[in-house]
């Protein structure tokens, strides 16, 4: 499968300022990911750390906070990681299932579900 990127809006839980740009969709990834400076300049600030397994199968300690998320007209809310200001910015499946948000990998296309699983 390729590359899907899809443009995503990022604030701080009842915040207003929006951290806004494309973010790659990975499938493989449970949470988001954006770039510290980024997040703290919309008011997005850390509430724990976590430690997450990389795709080379070492582990690394990352801090995460609480965010709102838009993208493709639904609006969720969850964990975001504080990542390298040079990371690229990616969305996790826990934002895409809440979204209710697929991706059909035959078209490498995102679609709405008509209704989000209980």
Do not use: H, W
Request: net charge negative; glycine share 12%.
């Amino acid at each position: 499968m390729g590359f899907i990127y899809v443009p995503v809006s990022v604030k701080a839980v009842g915040g207003e300022d929006r951290y806004e740009t494309r973010f790659l969709l990975d499938t493989g990834a449970i949470d988001s990911m954006a770039p510290e400076t980024a997040l703290r300049k919309v008011g997005v600030e850390p509430v724990g750390t976590k430690t997450y397994e990389l795709a080379d199968g070492s582990q690394q300690d990352f801090r995460y906070g609480l965010a709102r998320i838009e993208f493709m007209g639904a609006i969720t809310a969850g964990r975001i990681i504080f990542g390298p200001d040079d990371a690229e910015p990616f969305l996790g499946v826990t934002a895409l299932a809440a979204a209710g948000v697929s991706i059909d990998p035959s078209t490498q296309t995102l679609r709405k579900l008509p209704a989000v699983r209980l």
